[in-house]
Every structure is written in structure tokens, then in C-alpha cells.
Nanobody, 122 residues
Framework: VQLVESGEGLVQAGDSLRLSCVASGFTYTDYGMVWFRQAPGKEREFVAG????????AYSDSVKGRFGISRDNAENTVYLQMNSLKPEDTGVYYC????????????????WGQGTQVTVSS
């Protein structure tokens, strides 16, 4: 099982960035996918999730209306489109695998990527 994130960047407030996470080593469509982030000195927090079919996206209140999650099951890839970025969006972003298939917060995720750094300057 492998999840590999990419798309890290140093951007200014108001800019956009797209993260990708390529999965391998398992049947991708058996799982929901999520994005979490962790800022320095803070706990990892749920950002967005999507179900195995690519529907019913869920977002944290802090990113709702600015971020969009999507997946391409033919490419085993989940994306996080981040718009109108704010300095408080700074952190390491991780993609995770949700064995329930629903891509919701509060689930016991069973695989994580190594993370990719997003830094937003004011």
C-alpha cells in the first residue's frame, strides 16, 4: 500500500494550489479518500473527504467554499484544489485511506501518505 502526495508549494494569500495523491498497491475503488493537514504545534485535522465513487464530498468548516476534493478512479488519484488560500492554511497535507468507503471525518483511516508542505504567506 502506497500513497504519494505531490503539489507542495510556497504561495501568497489569495493564490491557488492543487495537491495530488497517487495510490498504489490496493483496489482503489474499495476505499474512500481523505485529506488532512497538520500545522506546527497542532493536531492533524480533517480537511476534506470523498467516497469511493467520487461523490458526496465533505469539508471542514474552515475550508468549505474554498477547497474542492475530487478523484480519478482510472488514475488512482485524489486531488485537493485549494483556492483563496490563507496563512492559516499553512501546514503539511496528508492523504489518507478510509476503509469504510465514505471518506468522512472520524473514521479509523488505515493508510497515510508521507505528506506535502503547503506554506501560505500573508
Amino acid at each position: 500500500v502506497q500513497l504519494v502526495e505531490s503539489g507542495e508549494g510556497l504561495v501568497q494569500a489569495g493564490d491557488s494550489l492543487r495537491l495530488s495523491c497517487v495510490a498504489s498497491g490496493f483496489t482503489y475503488t474499495d476505499y474512500g479518500m481523505v485529506w488532512f493537514r497538520q500545522a506546527p504545534g497542532k493536531e492533524r485535522e480533517f480537511v476534506a473527504g470523498i467516497n469511493w465513487r467520487g461523490g458526496n464530498p465533505a469539508y471542514s468548516d474552515s475550508v468549505k467554499g474554498r477547497f474542492g476534493i475530487s478523484r480519478d478512479n482510472a488514475e488512482n488519484t485524489v486531488y485537493l484544489q485549494m483556492n483563496s488560500l490563507k496563512p492559516e492554511d499553512t501546514g503539511v497535507y496528508y492523504c489518507g485511506r478510509d476503509p469504510t468507503g465514505w471518506g468522512r471525518s472520524g473514521t479509523e483511516y488505515d493508510a497515510w501518505g508521507q505528506g506535502t508542505q503547503v506554506t501560505v504567506s500573508s
